[in-house]
């Protein structure tokens, strides 16, 4: 349950970089830390526990790129489903006159909103114009 709520939360707002930062740091420890001062073993490299549980190893994720990746999907929304409640709102308040990709942050623009912004650079990156079908 508090795994849902967690991903939810990066699904709506941007966490902090230094909250990630410590989780992993948590993470970090848990596999790697040390018991009474002493080191304990190293089971599997950083980069290892990284690669997908698909392929055979643990799965974990970098929660800041993972944060945006998630956010990334809110901005994914906003380009695909035009008709959505979320989408009219934010294009009354913040696009209005524009695309989503070419809108700005406003003058005094939510939270959410800000960090919705934050993974349009993400978007731009990843995405591209289609012509057809």
């Known amino acids: 349950m508090r795994q849902a709520i967690l991903v939810y939360s990066m699904s709506v707002f941007l966490l902090p970089h230094n909250s ?3 989780t992993q740091k948590m993470t970090n420890s848990f596999w790697w830390g040390s018991e009474r001062g002493r080191r304990r073993t190293h089971w599997a490299s950083w980069e290892r526990l990284y690669v997908l549980k698909k392929y055979g190893d643990m799965g974990f994720r970098k929660l800041y790129c ?3 990746a998630q956010l990334g ?8 489903s035009p008709k959505s409640v979320s989408w009219k709102i934010f294009k009354a308040r913040y696009f ?8 700005s942050e406003g003058s005094t623009p939510y939270f959410i909103w800000k960090s919705i912004r934050k993974a349009k650079a993400v978007l731009l990156k990843c995405t591209r114009w289609r012509i057809g079908r």
């Not at 209005?96 to 809108?103: G, I, M, P, V």
Request: aromatic share 22%; net charge negative.
């Open 66 to 68: 993972f944060n945006l």
């Open 73 to 80: 999907n809110q901005g994914w929304r906003f380009l695909t």
């Open 20 to 22: 990630s930062d410590d």
């Open 96 to 103: 209005s006159k524009s695309y989503f990709l070419d809108s």
